[in-house]
Protein backbone atom coordinates (compact mmCIF):
# COMPACT_ATOMS: atom_id res chain seq x y z
CA UNK A 1 0.00 0.00 0.00
CA UNK A 2 1.26 3.47 -0.61
CA UNK A 3 0.87 6.55 1.74
CA UNK A 4 -2.83 7.21 0.72
CA UNK A 5 -4.04 3.19 1.06
CA UNK A 6 -4.03 2.87 -2.26
CA UNK A 7 -2.90 -1.05 -3.93
CA UNK A 8 0.57 -0.60 -5.37
CA UNK A 9 0.23 1.03 -9.10
CA UNK A 10 -3.10 1.91 -8.98
CA UNK A 11 -2.13 5.51 -6.79
CA UNK A 12 -3.17 7.79 -8.45
CA UNK A 13 -1.29 10.44 -10.46
CA UNK A 14 -1.25 14.13 -11.75
CA UNK A 15 -1.09 14.32 -15.52
CA UNK A 16 1.12 17.71 -16.78
CA UNK A 17 1.44 18.19 -20.72
CA UNK A 18 4.24 20.17 -22.08
CA UNK A 19 5.79 20.28 -25.71
CA UNK A 20 9.52 19.78 -24.04
CA UNK A 21 10.22 18.51 -20.82
CA UNK A 22 13.72 19.26 -19.64
CA UNK A 23 14.92 17.43 -16.41
CA UNK A 24 17.55 18.67 -15.33
CA UNK A 25 17.70 22.69 -13.79
CA UNK A 26 21.58 22.95 -14.16
CA UNK A 27 23.47 25.44 -16.44
CA UNK A 28 22.40 22.88 -20.18
CA UNK A 29 19.02 22.27 -18.58
CA UNK A 30 17.92 26.36 -18.20
CA UNK A 31 19.80 27.47 -21.52
CA UNK A 32 17.85 24.49 -23.02
CA UNK A 33 14.69 25.86 -21.39
CA UNK A 34 15.27 29.70 -22.89
CA UNK A 35 16.23 28.04 -26.22
CA UNK A 36 12.92 26.31 -26.38
CA UNK A 37 10.57 28.88 -25.04
CA UNK A 38 11.67 31.24 -27.80
CA UNK A 39 10.63 29.21 -30.12
CA UNK A 40 7.00 29.70 -28.93
CA UNK A 41 6.90 26.01 -27.25
CA UNK A 42 5.72 24.96 -23.89
CA UNK A 43 8.76 23.86 -21.64
CA UNK A 44 8.34 22.26 -18.13
CA UNK A 45 11.62 21.43 -16.44
CA UNK A 46 12.17 19.24 -13.74
CA UNK A 47 14.59 19.00 -10.57
CA UNK A 48 15.04 16.72 -7.95
CA UNK A 49 16.75 19.12 -6.03
CA UNK A 50 15.73 23.03 -5.79
CA UNK A 51 16.12 25.94 -8.62
CA UNK A 52 19.54 27.03 -8.37
CA UNK A 53 20.97 24.12 -6.51
CA UNK A 54 23.43 22.44 -9.25
CA UNK A 55 26.38 20.91 -9.88
CA UNK A 56 26.80 23.87 -12.11
CA UNK A 57 28.24 26.00 -9.21
CA UNK A 58 30.89 23.83 -8.00
CA UNK A 59 32.40 24.88 -11.75
CA UNK A 60 34.30 28.05 -9.98
CA UNK A 61 36.92 29.03 -11.84
CA UNK A 62 35.99 30.05 -15.23
CA UNK A 63 34.21 29.48 -18.52
CA UNK A 64 36.17 28.90 -21.25
CA UNK A 65 35.96 30.59 -24.79
CA UNK A 66 38.58 32.72 -26.89
CA UNK A 67 37.57 36.35 -26.16
CA UNK A 68 41.43 37.09 -26.74
CA UNK A 69 40.55 39.74 -24.31
CA UNK A 70 43.84 39.38 -22.37
CA UNK A 71 45.74 37.33 -24.87
CA UNK A 72 44.82 38.92 -28.61
CA UNK A 73 46.63 35.77 -29.93
CA UNK A 74 44.00 33.39 -28.96
CA UNK A 75 40.68 32.42 -31.39
CA UNK A 76 39.12 29.37 -31.70
CA UNK A 77 41.50 27.42 -33.87
CA UNK A 78 43.81 27.05 -30.55
CA UNK A 79 40.93 26.35 -28.37
CA UNK A 80 39.53 23.52 -30.38
CA UNK A 81 43.27 22.25 -30.48
CA UNK A 82 43.51 22.48 -26.99
CA UNK A 83 40.34 20.56 -26.08
CA UNK A 84 41.51 18.30 -28.98
CA UNK A 85 44.88 17.66 -27.23
CA UNK A 86 43.10 17.13 -24.15
CA UNK A 87 40.78 14.19 -24.98
CA UNK A 88 43.40 12.22 -26.67
CA UNK A 89 42.13 12.68 -29.88
CA UNK A 90 38.58 10.23 -29.08
CA UNK A 91 36.51 13.40 -28.74
CA UNK A 92 33.58 14.39 -31.37
CA UNK A 93 35.96 16.90 -33.32
CA UNK A 94 32.71 18.49 -35.17
CA UNK A 95 31.40 18.80 -31.44
CA UNK A 96 34.37 20.58 -30.32
CA UNK A 97 34.30 22.61 -33.64
CA UNK A 98 31.05 24.06 -33.14
CA UNK A 99 31.81 24.10 -28.97
CA UNK A 100 35.06 26.57 -29.66
CA UNK A 101 33.14 28.49 -32.18
CA UNK A 102 30.56 29.50 -30.25
CA UNK A 103 31.39 29.78 -26.75
CA UNK A 104 32.58 33.58 -27.38
CA UNK A 105 29.03 34.17 -27.85
CA UNK A 106 27.38 32.31 -25.02
CA UNK A 107 29.69 34.58 -22.70
CA UNK A 108 28.89 37.77 -24.33
CA UNK A 109 25.37 36.62 -24.43
CA UNK A 110 25.35 35.90 -20.48
CA UNK A 111 27.13 38.88 -20.21
CA UNK A 112 23.54 41.18 -21.90
CA UNK A 113 21.57 38.62 -19.76
CA UNK A 114 23.01 40.48 -16.33
CA UNK A 115 25.58 38.26 -15.52
CA UNK A 116 28.98 40.07 -13.81
CA UNK A 117 32.03 38.92 -14.59
CA UNK A 118 35.95 40.27 -13.28
CA UNK A 119 37.30 43.27 -15.37
CA UNK A 120 40.84 43.89 -17.10
CA UNK A 121 42.02 47.42 -17.02
CA UNK A 122 40.44 48.71 -20.36
CA UNK A 123 37.14 47.09 -18.80
CA UNK A 124 36.68 44.00 -20.56
CA UNK A 125 35.83 40.72 -19.33
CA UNK A 126 38.77 39.38 -17.74
CA UNK A 127 40.41 35.97 -18.90
CA UNK A 128 42.96 33.79 -16.32
CA UNK A 129 45.23 30.94 -16.90
CA UNK A 130 43.97 27.21 -16.69
CA UNK A 131 45.61 23.85 -16.63
CA UNK A 132 46.37 22.89 -20.60
CA UNK A 133 45.10 25.80 -22.09
CA UNK A 134 47.67 27.83 -24.15
CA UNK A 135 46.52 31.04 -23.47
CA UNK A 136 44.54 32.82 -20.87
CA UNK A 137 40.61 32.24 -21.90
CA UNK A 138 38.84 31.77 -18.63
CA UNK A 139 36.05 34.42 -18.12
CA UNK A 140 35.71 34.76 -14.47
CA UNK A 141 33.53 36.08 -11.47
CA UNK A 142 36.20 35.94 -8.90
CA UNK A 143 35.90 31.94 -8.44
CA UNK A 144 32.38 32.09 -8.12
CA UNK A 145 31.56 31.42 -11.81
CA UNK A 146 29.55 28.40 -11.95
CA UNK A 147 27.23 30.44 -9.23
CA UNK A 148 27.07 33.64 -11.13
CA UNK A 149 26.21 31.52 -14.85
CA UNK A 150 22.97 29.72 -12.11
CA UNK A 151 21.79 33.08 -11.09
CA UNK A 152 21.85 34.61 -14.49
CA UNK A 153 20.06 31.62 -16.28
CA UNK A 154 17.65 31.38 -13.55
CA UNK A 155 16.39 35.11 -13.78
CA UNK A 156 16.01 34.38 -17.41
CA UNK A 157 14.03 31.25 -17.32
CA UNK A 158 12.01 32.95 -14.65
CA UNK A 159 10.83 35.67 -16.87
CA UNK A 160 9.68 33.35 -19.23
CA UNK A 161 6.37 31.11 -19.26
CA UNK A 162 8.50 27.75 -18.32
CA UNK A 163 6.92 26.06 -15.64
CA UNK A 164 9.52 24.57 -13.20
CA UNK A 165 8.71 21.32 -11.21
CA UNK A 166 11.29 21.18 -7.95
CA UNK A 167 11.90 18.43 -5.70
CA UNK A 168 10.43 16.18 -8.61
CA UNK A 169 12.17 13.15 -9.39
CA UNK A 170 11.94 11.00 -13.16
CA UNK A 171 12.21 7.34 -12.68
CA UNK A 172 10.81 5.93 -16.73
CA UNK A 173 10.54 7.60 -19.87
CA UNK A 174 7.96 6.53 -21.89
CA UNK A 175 7.72 5.91 -25.88
CA UNK A 176 5.21 5.21 -27.63
CA UNK A 177 4.81 2.56 -30.45
CA UNK A 178 7.14 4.16 -32.71
CA UNK A 179 9.71 4.30 -30.14
CA UNK A 180 9.46 7.72 -30.01
CA UNK A 181 9.86 8.96 -26.39
CA UNK A 182 6.65 10.54 -25.31
CA UNK A 183 6.69 11.08 -21.64
CA UNK A 184 8.08 10.42 -18.45
CA UNK A 185 6.95 9.17 -14.64
CA UNK A 186 7.77 11.07 -12.04
CA UNK A 187 7.31 11.97 -8.59
CA UNK A 188 7.55 14.41 -5.96
CA UNK A 189 9.66 14.00 -3.17
CA UNK A 190 7.82 15.41 -0.22
CA UNK A 191 4.78 13.74 -1.00
CA UNK A 192 5.64 10.60 -3.11
CA UNK A 193 2.58 12.24 -5.57
CA UNK A 194 3.25 10.84 -9.03
CA UNK A 195 3.40 12.96 -12.25
CA UNK A 196 2.61 11.53 -15.54
CA UNK A 197 4.56 13.82 -18.03
CA UNK A 198 3.19 13.92 -21.47
CA UNK A 199 5.80 15.91 -24.12
CA UNK A 200 6.61 15.23 -27.42
CA UNK A 201 10.23 15.80 -26.70
CA UNK A 202 12.33 15.79 -23.85
CA UNK A 203 15.78 16.96 -23.04
CA UNK A 204 18.03 15.12 -20.52
CA UNK A 205 20.16 17.78 -18.32
CA UNK A 206 20.61 15.69 -15.40
CA UNK A 207 24.63 15.97 -14.84
CA UNK A 208 27.28 13.35 -13.34
CA UNK A 209 27.66 10.84 -11.40
CA UNK A 210 29.86 10.82 -8.93
CA UNK A 211 28.13 9.92 -6.18
CA UNK A 212 28.90 6.18 -7.47
CA UNK A 213 32.61 7.23 -5.19
CA UNK A 214 33.31 7.73 -1.61
CA UNK A 215 35.68 10.54 -2.52
CA UNK A 216 33.47 13.45 -4.88
CA UNK A 217 33.13 16.49 -5.09
CA UNK A 218 29.38 15.87 -6.69
CA UNK A 219 26.44 17.07 -4.51
CA UNK A 220 23.61 14.22 -3.15
CA UNK A 221 21.85 14.59 -7.02
CA UNK A 222 24.84 13.04 -8.74
CA UNK A 223 23.37 10.13 -9.09
CA UNK A 224 23.38 9.47 -12.88
CA UNK A 225 19.47 9.51 -13.44
CA UNK A 226 19.83 10.98 -17.08
CA UNK A 227 22.45 8.41 -18.45
CA UNK A 228 20.35 5.45 -16.82
CA UNK A 229 16.54 6.78 -18.43
CA UNK A 230 18.85 7.35 -22.12
CA UNK A 231 19.92 3.83 -21.56
CA UNK A 232 17.07 1.81 -20.63
CA UNK A 233 15.18 3.96 -23.44
CA UNK A 234 17.62 2.22 -25.50
CA UNK A 235 20.63 5.27 -26.39
CA UNK A 236 23.74 4.64 -26.78
CA UNK A 237 26.31 5.89 -24.35
CA UNK A 238 29.52 7.11 -25.20
CA UNK A 239 33.10 6.48 -23.43
CA UNK A 240 31.53 5.68 -19.98
CA UNK A 241 35.24 4.57 -18.74
CA UNK A 242 36.22 8.26 -18.92
CA UNK A 243 35.11 9.55 -15.19
CA UNK A 244 37.68 12.53 -14.04
CA UNK A 245 39.63 12.80 -10.86
CA UNK A 246 39.64 16.58 -10.13
CA UNK A 247 42.95 17.06 -8.49
CA UNK A 248 42.36 19.41 -5.87
CA UNK A 249 39.52 18.40 -3.67
CA UNK A 250 39.99 18.91 0.14
CA UNK A 251 40.98 16.48 2.38
CA UNK A 252 41.05 17.54 6.01
CA UNK A 253 38.52 17.26 8.24
CA UNK A 254 36.49 13.87 7.06
CA UNK A 255 33.38 15.69 6.98
CA UNK A 256 34.39 17.39 3.94
CA UNK A 257 36.88 15.11 1.89
CA UNK A 258 36.27 16.12 -1.53
CA UNK A 259 35.17 19.02 -1.57
CA UNK A 260 36.51 21.08 -4.43
CA UNK A 261 39.36 23.53 -4.40
CA UNK A 262 39.34 25.54 -7.46
CA UNK A 263 41.66 25.04 -10.55
CA UNK A 264 41.26 29.00 -10.19
CA UNK A 265 43.81 28.45 -7.21
CA UNK A 266 46.71 27.42 -9.96
CA UNK A 267 45.38 29.62 -12.51
CA UNK A 268 46.29 32.00 -10.44
CA UNK A 269 50.00 31.01 -9.05
CA UNK A 270 49.32 28.05 -6.55
CA UNK A 271 51.95 25.91 -6.08
CA UNK A 272 51.80 22.34 -5.45
CA UNK A 273 54.30 20.51 -3.34
CA UNK A 274 55.29 17.23 -1.08
CA UNK A 275 56.01 16.49 2.33
CA UNK A 276 59.61 17.22 1.60
CA UNK A 277 58.92 20.67 0.69
CA UNK A 278 59.43 19.43 -3.51
CA UNK A 279 57.57 21.32 -6.27
CA UNK A 280 57.03 17.84 -8.03
CA UNK A 281 55.16 19.20 -11.10
CA UNK A 282 58.64 19.17 -12.63
CA UNK A 283 58.98 15.21 -12.65
CA UNK A 284 55.58 15.06 -14.32
CA UNK A 285 55.06 18.18 -16.81
CA UNK A 286 58.19 19.70 -16.48
CA UNK A 287 56.91 22.57 -19.22
CA UNK A 288 53.46 23.16 -17.94
CA UNK A 289 53.91 22.30 -13.87
CA UNK A 290 50.68 23.18 -12.12
CA UNK A 291 49.15 24.20 -15.01
CA UNK A 292 49.28 21.02 -16.52
CA UNK A 293 46.22 18.51 -17.74
CA UNK A 294 44.17 17.78 -15.20
CA UNK A 295 44.62 14.03 -15.54
CA UNK A 296 48.61 14.57 -15.02
CA UNK A 297 48.36 16.34 -12.39
CA UNK A 298 45.89 14.55 -10.59
CA UNK A 299 48.35 11.39 -11.22
CA UNK A 300 51.04 13.34 -9.80
CA UNK A 301 49.42 14.32 -6.51
CA UNK A 302 48.32 10.58 -6.09
CA UNK A 303 51.56 9.18 -7.31
CA UNK A 304 53.54 11.84 -4.29
CA UNK A 305 51.20 10.44 -1.87
CA UNK A 306 51.34 7.02 -2.87
CA UNK A 307 55.12 7.19 -2.70
CA UNK A 308 55.18 8.69 0.77
CA UNK A 309 55.72 12.26 0.08
CA UNK A 310 52.33 12.87 1.04
CA UNK A 311 50.82 16.01 4.18
CA UNK A 312 50.13 14.86 7.42
CA UNK A 313 46.39 13.71 6.59
CA UNK A 314 47.16 12.14 3.12
CA UNK A 315 47.42 14.83 0.58
CA UNK A 316 49.80 17.19 -0.86
CA UNK A 317 50.17 20.78 -0.30
CA UNK A 318 48.94 23.68 -2.50
CA UNK A 319 50.26 27.14 -1.32
CA UNK A 320 48.66 30.28 -2.69
CA UNK A 321 50.15 32.23 0.28
CA UNK A 322 52.71 34.70 -1.89
CA UNK A 323 49.21 36.29 -3.18
CA UNK A 324 48.43 37.70 0.29
CA UNK A 325 45.03 38.31 1.83
CA UNK A 326 44.44 41.29 -0.37
CA UNK A 327 45.07 39.27 -3.19
CA UNK A 328 43.55 36.39 -2.05
CA UNK A 329 39.94 38.34 -1.17
CA UNK A 330 39.96 39.71 -4.80
CA UNK A 331 40.75 36.83 -7.05
CA UNK A 332 39.90 33.37 -4.55
CA UNK A 333 37.14 34.79 -2.40
CA UNK A 334 35.35 31.62 -1.69
CA UNK A 335 38.25 29.40 -1.11
CA UNK A 336 39.48 31.59 1.73
CA UNK A 337 36.03 31.26 3.46
CA UNK A 338 35.77 27.49 3.15
CA UNK A 339 39.07 26.47 4.10
CA UNK A 340 38.26 29.37 7.55
CA UNK A 341 35.27 27.98 7.76
CA UNK A 342 35.49 24.17 7.42
CA UNK A 343 39.00 23.56 8.18
CA UNK A 344 40.20 26.50 9.99
CA UNK A 345 43.11 27.56 7.55
CA UNK A 346 43.80 30.97 6.72
CA UNK A 347 44.96 30.01 2.90
CA UNK A 348 46.50 33.28 2.71
CA UNK A 349 49.20 32.00 5.72
CA UNK A 350 49.33 28.56 5.63
CA UNK A 351 48.86 26.16 2.23
CA UNK A 352 46.00 24.08 2.03
CA UNK A 353 46.15 19.81 1.90
CA UNK A 354 44.70 18.75 -1.33
CA UNK A 355 43.94 15.21 -2.50
CA UNK A 356 42.11 14.03 -6.33
CA UNK A 357 38.45 13.61 -5.96
CA UNK A 358 35.80 12.84 -8.20
CA UNK A 359 34.62 15.63 -9.97
CA UNK A 360 33.36 15.18 -13.40
CA UNK A 361 32.32 12.25 -16.23
CA UNK A 362 33.67 13.04 -19.97
CA UNK A 363 31.32 9.47 -21.11
CA UNK A 364 27.79 9.97 -21.35
CA UNK A 365 24.69 9.83 -23.98
CA UNK A 366 25.81 10.05 -27.77
CA UNK A 367 24.54 13.19 -29.28
CA UNK A 368 24.27 14.35 -32.53
CA UNK A 369 26.34 17.80 -32.42
CA UNK A 370 23.88 20.36 -34.33
CA UNK A 371 20.72 19.25 -32.40
CA UNK A 372 21.78 17.37 -29.45
CA UNK A 373 19.90 14.62 -30.44
CA UNK A 374 20.46 10.74 -29.34
CA UNK A 375 19.72 8.15 -31.44
CA UNK A 376 16.08 7.40 -29.39
CA UNK A 377 13.64 9.90 -31.42
CA UNK A 378 12.32 12.84 -29.23
CA UNK A 379 15.09 12.33 -26.97
CA UNK A 380 18.22 14.56 -26.29
CA UNK A 381 21.30 15.65 -24.15
CA UNK A 382 23.50 18.11 -23.20
CA UNK A 383 25.87 19.15 -20.57
CA UNK A 384 27.75 16.35 -18.46
CA UNK A 385 25.15 13.96 -18.77
CA UNK A 386 26.50 14.20 -22.67
CA UNK A 387 29.13 12.53 -24.06
CA UNK A 388 31.14 13.33 -26.75
CA UNK A 389 32.90 16.59 -26.58
CA UNK A 390 35.42 16.14 -23.80
CA UNK A 391 37.29 12.58 -25.08
CA UNK A 392 39.44 11.02 -22.81
CA UNK A 393 39.63 14.30 -20.68
CA UNK A 394 38.09 17.60 -20.02
CA UNK A 395 40.10 21.48 -19.72
CA UNK A 396 39.13 23.16 -16.55
CA UNK A 397 37.15 25.67 -17.66
CA UNK A 398 35.17 23.57 -20.72
CA UNK A 399 32.17 22.72 -18.61
CA UNK A 400 30.76 25.60 -18.10
CA UNK A 401 30.75 26.91 -22.29
CA UNK A 402 29.55 23.38 -22.60
CA UNK A 403 26.40 23.70 -21.07
CA UNK A 404 25.60 26.86 -22.50
CA UNK A 405 26.72 26.09 -26.43
CA UNK A 406 25.00 22.59 -25.97
CA UNK A 407 22.55 23.58 -24.02
CA UNK A 408 21.13 26.01 -26.52
CA UNK A 409 21.53 23.80 -29.35
CA UNK A 410 19.51 20.38 -27.31
CA UNK A 411 16.86 23.52 -26.39
CA UNK A 412 16.60 24.14 -30.33
CA UNK A 413 17.32 20.64 -31.69
CA UNK A 414 14.00 19.33 -29.51
CA UNK A 415 11.97 22.75 -30.92
CA UNK A 416 12.46 22.02 -34.40
CA UNK A 417 11.37 18.14 -33.45
CA UNK A 418 8.24 19.10 -31.66
CA UNK A 419 7.82 21.79 -34.83
CA UNK A 420 7.84 18.68 -37.11
CA UNK A 421 6.21 16.09 -35.67
CA UNK A 422 2.82 15.51 -34.98
CA UNK A 423 2.24 12.52 -32.91
CA UNK A 424 0.01 10.81 -29.90
CA UNK A 425 1.41 11.50 -26.49
CA UNK A 426 -0.58 8.59 -25.32
CA UNK A 427 0.72 5.67 -23.73
CA UNK A 428 -0.82 1.80 -22.40
CA UNK A 429 -2.03 2.06 -18.63
CA UNK A 430 -0.22 -1.32 -18.17
CA UNK A 431 2.72 0.22 -18.78
CA UNK A 432 2.35 3.74 -16.22
CA UNK A 433 0.64 1.28 -13.54
CA UNK A 434 3.94 -1.24 -13.75
CA UNK A 435 6.14 1.93 -13.53
CA UNK A 436 4.58 2.33 -9.91
CA UNK A 437 4.72 -0.40 -8.77
CA UNK A 438 8.07 -0.91 -9.35
CA UNK A 439 8.77 2.27 -7.91
CA UNK A 440 6.65 2.09 -4.95
CA UNK A 441 8.32 -1.86 -3.92
CA UNK A 442 10.25 -1.22 -1.84
CA UNK A 443 8.34 0.03 0.22
CA UNK A 444 6.09 -3.27 0.23
CA UNK A 445 9.04 -4.75 1.76
CA UNK A 446 10.09 -2.84 4.50
CA UNK A 447 12.61 -5.63 6.67
CA UNK A 448 14.50 -6.03 3.22
CA UNK A 449 18.10 -4.60 2.32
CA UNK A 450 19.13 -1.33 3.76
CA UNK A 451 19.58 0.76 0.47
CA UNK A 452 22.26 3.41 2.27
CA UNK A 453 23.91 0.20 3.23
CA UNK A 454 24.23 -1.15 -0.69
CA UNK A 455 25.20 2.56 -1.59
CA UNK A 456 27.74 2.71 0.57
CA UNK A 457 29.40 -0.94 -0.19
CA UNK A 458 29.28 0.16 -4.11
CA UNK A 459 31.04 3.55 -3.32
CA UNK A 460 33.75 1.82 -1.27
CA UNK A 461 33.62 -0.75 -4.77
CA UNK A 462 34.29 1.83 -6.54
CA UNK A 463 36.90 3.35 -4.81
CA UNK A 464 38.77 0.36 -4.57
CA UNK A 465 38.73 -1.01 -8.27
CA UNK A 466 37.99 2.00 -10.57
CA UNK A 467 40.27 4.44 -8.94
CA UNK A 468 42.38 6.63 -10.34
CA UNK A 469 45.05 4.20 -11.68
CA UNK A 470 43.20 0.92 -12.87
CA UNK A 471 44.18 -3.15 -13.91
CA UNK A 472 42.26 -5.60 -14.94
CA UNK A 473 42.14 -8.29 -11.92
CA UNK A 474 41.05 -5.13 -10.02
CA UNK A 475 38.62 -4.52 -12.07
CA UNK A 476 37.09 -7.69 -12.64
CA UNK A 477 36.80 -8.37 -9.09
CA UNK A 478 35.12 -4.68 -8.81
CA UNK A 479 32.88 -5.85 -11.50
CA UNK A 480 32.21 -9.31 -9.45
CA UNK A 481 30.93 -6.88 -6.26
CA UNK A 482 28.80 -4.52 -8.55
CA UNK A 483 27.16 -7.39 -9.93
CA UNK A 484 26.70 -9.17 -6.78
CA UNK A 485 24.80 -5.47 -5.44
CA UNK A 486 23.06 -5.72 -8.64
CA UNK A 487 21.32 -8.76 -7.49
CA UNK A 488 20.51 -7.72 -4.22
CA UNK A 489 18.71 -4.39 -5.74
CA UNK A 490 14.99 -6.54 -5.77
CA UNK A 491 15.49 -7.30 -1.71
CA UNK A 492 15.59 -3.49 -0.94
CA UNK A 493 12.94 -2.79 1.64
CA UNK A 494 12.37 0.97 3.33
CA UNK A 495 10.23 1.70 6.26
CA UNK A 496 7.71 4.38 6.43
CA UNK A 497 5.70 6.01 3.72
CA UNK A 498 6.04 8.28 0.91
CA UNK A 499 5.93 11.09 2.66
CA UNK A 500 9.75 12.83 2.97
CA UNK A 501 11.50 9.66 2.95
CA UNK A 502 14.94 10.02 2.14
CA UNK A 503 15.09 5.75 2.38
CA UNK A 504 12.86 5.32 -0.65
CA UNK A 505 14.53 7.90 -2.76
CA UNK A 506 17.79 5.98 -2.00
CA UNK A 507 16.44 3.14 -3.01
CA UNK A 508 15.66 4.96 -6.58
CA UNK A 509 19.13 5.95 -6.48
CA UNK A 510 21.35 3.03 -5.99
CA UNK A 511 19.14 1.28 -9.00
CA UNK A 512 21.03 4.03 -11.20
CA UNK A 513 24.36 4.08 -9.29
CA UNK A 514 25.12 0.21 -9.90
CA UNK A 515 23.74 -0.01 -13.50
CA UNK A 516 26.42 2.89 -14.38
CA UNK A 517 29.41 1.60 -12.43
CA UNK A 518 28.60 -2.05 -13.90
CA UNK A 519 28.76 0.14 -17.52
CA UNK A 520 31.62 2.77 -16.46
CA UNK A 521 33.77 -1.13 -15.25
CA UNK A 522 32.92 -2.80 -18.19
CA UNK A 523 34.19 -0.38 -20.73
CA UNK A 524 37.32 0.28 -18.76
CA UNK A 525 38.01 -3.66 -19.25
CA UNK A 526 37.50 -3.00 -23.12
CA UNK A 527 39.90 -0.08 -23.09
CA UNK A 528 43.22 -1.72 -22.70
CA UNK A 529 45.61 1.44 -22.84
CA UNK A 530 46.78 4.84 -21.15
CA UNK A 531 44.88 7.43 -22.50
CA UNK A 532 43.69 10.31 -20.26
CA UNK A 533 41.72 9.41 -17.49
CA UNK A 534 41.62 5.83 -18.39
CA UNK A 535 45.29 4.67 -16.89
CA UNK A 536 45.73 1.17 -16.89
CA UNK A 537 49.20 0.01 -15.28
CA UNK A 538 49.09 -3.10 -16.93
CA UNK A 539 49.55 -1.47 -20.57
CA UNK A 540 52.68 0.49 -20.70
CA UNK A 541 50.47 3.46 -22.66
CA UNK A 542 48.29 4.40 -25.38
CA UNK A 543 47.23 2.16 -27.81
CA UNK A 544 47.24 2.95 -31.54
CA UNK A 545 44.01 1.21 -32.61
CA UNK A 546 41.75 2.17 -29.53
CA UNK A 547 43.00 5.74 -30.15
CA UNK A 548 40.54 5.64 -33.14
CA UNK A 549 37.87 4.36 -31.81
CA UNK A 550 35.13 5.16 -29.17
CA UNK A 551 33.06 2.40 -26.77
CA UNK A 552 29.66 2.92 -27.60
CA UNK A 553 27.68 0.79 -24.75
CA UNK A 554 23.87 0.33 -25.07
CA UNK A 555 21.25 -2.24 -23.57
CA UNK A 556 20.81 -5.56 -25.87
CA UNK A 557 17.86 -7.69 -26.17
CA UNK A 558 18.62 -9.61 -23.19
CA UNK A 559 18.73 -6.25 -20.98
CA UNK A 560 22.49 -6.91 -20.91
CA UNK A 561 25.25 -4.34 -20.90
CA UNK A 562 26.64 -4.35 -24.99
CA UNK A 563 30.19 -2.51 -26.32
CA UNK A 564 30.51 -1.44 -29.50
CA UNK A 565 34.06 -0.45 -30.70
CA UNK A 566 33.23 2.04 -33.05
CA UNK A 567 35.41 4.43 -35.50
CA UNK A 568 35.86 7.71 -35.31
CA UNK A 569 35.11 9.35 -38.36
CA UNK A 570 38.29 10.86 -39.93
CA UNK A 571 38.50 14.94 -39.07
CA UNK A 572 37.74 17.21 -42.22
CA UNK A 573 41.05 18.63 -44.11
CA UNK A 574 40.18 22.11 -42.63
CA UNK A 575 40.47 20.80 -38.94
CA UNK A 576 43.37 18.28 -39.62
CA UNK A 577 45.38 21.26 -41.06
CA UNK A 578 45.30 23.01 -37.50
CA UNK A 579 47.76 20.11 -36.06
CA UNK A 580 49.49 20.53 -38.82
CA UNK A 581 50.61 23.81 -38.29
CA UNK A 582 52.12 23.18 -35.42
CA UNK A 583 52.19 25.22 -31.97
Known amino acids: ?28 GLRAAVAATERGLSVGVVTKSLLGKAHTVMAEGGIAASLGNVDPADGWQTHFKDTLKSGKFINNWRMAELFSKEAPDRVYELEQWGALFNRTAEGKISQRPFGAHTYRRLCHVGDRTGLELIRT ?40 KF ?53 TGMVWPP ?40 DVVARANYTEVQEGRGSPHGGVFLDITHLGYRGIMKKL ?22 FPTIHYTMGGVKVDPETCATNVPGLFAAGEVAGGLHGANRLGGNSLSDLLVFGRRAGMGAAEYVKSNGYSTEIREEELNAEKKRVMAPLEKREGENPYKIQQELQETMMEHANLMRNEDSLKEGLGKVLALKDRLPNIGVGGSTLFNPGWHTA ?33 GPDEELGRVNLISKKDQQGEVGIEKRE ?9 KLFEEGE
Open 195 to 247: IHFKTKAVVLATGGWGRIYKVTSNSWEGTGDGAVLAYDAGAELVDMEMVQFHP
Open 568 to 576: IPPMPEHLA
Open 333 to 354: PTMHEQFLKLADIDISKEPMEV
Open 508 to 540: QDVRHLIQISEIIIRCALERTERRGAQWRLDYD
Open 153 to 192: MQEKVLATDTQVYMETAVTKLFKNSEGRVVGALAYTRETG
Open 1 to 28: MDANGHANGSSPHEVREHDVLIIGAGGA
Open 255 to 294: GVRGLLVTEGVRGEGGLLRNSKGERYMERYDKERMELSSR
